[in-house]
């Protein structure tokens, strides 16, 4: 099976911004505009995530999506600040194919994932993972890796798959937006820990560390953010590079 | 001669916006069909797919749609869920009967690979038919955790680990594809314009 190469968008409207740890932003550009160059550049998905919603206690604006949807003949996955089935309806409505989750399900409510994949299916539900190591285990974090939730990583992904979740996307608190590498240890774990697919994002700063992740870890896809928004690799790099590789791409 | 694509809207869910825009990118003009006096104004209908089997038969039951797409006697293309549906049976929240316009039920995917399948995937036709012309060695996005099982109205199947399911299907004015044309890039569009360009008999 060939590995997603999916682009995300890490967005505080109106633009993409780029952040280091999850904190300190700087603009990247408009979401609508990048969602087309990585699109052409040839990214199998495109990821957009409202990345202060949650913690200004907002719901996610709606400006840029449904523009940024309409630009797209590829999945593409919505999210941040998702509280309700009407949340997930009005995502659809503005164009998303699956529909993100994170600090409700962790913090207030994880029956919002069995409802969710009762009402649009398990393919529509991604669950958003922000893991931060802490001793010889993973602790999940909500709000943009700004808040502790006591939840063990590896005990969470087994409850979300169970109650319906289609897929994992796995960001790392710890390595995000520093470009040296993903957290492979993290990865492999939750890989093995659950048989929906994993998305892993966080980390990558070079070729070789994408397909490093892809040889040791086996994630069904890979998110890629920075690396993108600096212009110094185009998704058909990325691509061109692991097939030579010998990994499996959809060109 | 008017050549309206209907889209089925069945319930809540579901994203038949991006259906909608493909379509009319691939140069088809179409009308989303909301209540039965609807049927009267297409000459094809499409129906996407959104949801689970269950939710999806309950929203055409509750809409009363089942006996007119049974009845339409013009093309159809079921999308993903959309071709699920016109199986006999399907098990997806217990079991539920289908439109029975194919010989087929839908089972979980059968096999060792992370569920749902998702990703583009080649299709490796079996028997070609009008909609998958010129498409033979393309890609298309998949997204699902059932699959149609049938061994009449074959025409491609895919890979997925070491198990080929039925990705793509014909019978006489039915068509069926497991994959999502309207995420499938450029080919969708072209998969798209063949089922628009299909005569009427």
Redesign the interface.
């Given at each position: 099976?060939?590995t997603?190469i999916i682009a995300k968008l890490d967005v505080k409207p109106p633009y993409v911004v780029k952040p280091v740890h999850f904190e300190g932003l700087r603009k990247m550009g408009k979401p609508s505009e990048l969602a087309k160059k990585y699109y052409d550049q040839g990214a199998?998905e495109l990821f957009y995530i409202d990345i202060v919603s949650s913690l200004y206690q907002r719901k996610i604006l709606s400006e840029g999506i449904s523009e940024t949807?309409?630009e797209l003949?590829?999945?593409f996955a919505v999210g941040g600040g998702v509280n309700s089935i009407d949340d997930f309806?009005k995502m659809?409505?503005m164009?998303?194919?699956k529909v993100v989750i994170n600090t409700y399900a962790v913090q207030q409510d994880p029956n919002i994932i069995n409802k969710a994949a009762?009402?649009?299916?398990?393919?529509?539900v991604v669950v958003n993972i922000e893991a931060k190591k802490w001793h010889q285990n993973w602790e999940c974090y909500t709000d943009c890796g700004r808040i502790q939730s006591g939840k063990d990583v590896m005990e969470w992904v087994k409850e979300v798959e169970q109650r319906g979740a289609?897929?994992i996307l796995l960001q790392s608190v710890d390595t995000d937006g520093r470009r040296r590498g993903f957290d492979i240890e993290l990865s492999k774990e939750v890989v093995k820990s659950v048989?929906?697919?994993?998305v892993v994002a966080s980390g990558a700063g070079s070729l070789e560390d994408i397909k490093v992740l892809i040889e040791t870890a086996s994630p069904?896809?890979v998110a890629i953010a920075s690396l993108l928004h600096y212009d110094q690799v185009t998704i058909q790099d990325i691509k061109n590079y692991l097939k030579n590789s010998g990994i499996m791409v959809?060109l | 001669m008017s050549n309206i694509i209907g889209i089925v809207n069945y319930g809540i869910s579901g994203n038949i916006h991006s259906v909608k825009n493909a379509i009319e990118r691939a140069g088809g003009d179409t009308l989303i069909i909301n209540s039965t006096s609807d049927f009267g104004d297409v000459d094809k209908i499409v129906i996407p797919g959104v949801g689970s089997f269950k939710g999806a038969m309950q929203g055409l039951e509750n809409d009363g749609f089942i006996d007119l797409l049974k009845e339409f006697d013009k093309p159809i293309l079921g999308i993903c869920l959309g071709m699920q549906i016109l199986s006999e049976i399907g098990f997806e929240f217990g079991k539920t009967k289908g439109l029975g316009l194919l010989n087929a039920e839908v089972k979980p995917i059968l096999c060792n690979e992370k569920i749902p399948h998702m990703g583009f995937n080649k299709i490796q036709v079996v028997h070609s038919n009008k909609v998958l012309k010129g498409l033979e060695a393309e890609e298309f996005y998949f997204m699902h955790s059932y699959e149609v099982v049938n061994y009449t109205d074959i025409s491609a199947l895919t890979k997925y680990g070491n198990h080929d399911f039925v990705s793509a299907i014909h019978k006489g004015n039915l068509y069926g594809v497991q994959f999502h044309p309207e995420k499938s890039r450029e080919a969708g569009i072209k998969l798209l314009s063949n089922f628009i360009q299909l005569k009427v008999n």
């Open positions: 099976m060939n997603r199998d949807a309409s003949l590829i999945p309806s659809f409505h164009g998303a194919d009762a009402v649009f299916g398990s393919q529509a289609g897929e048989d929906i697919p994993v069904s896809g959809s | -």
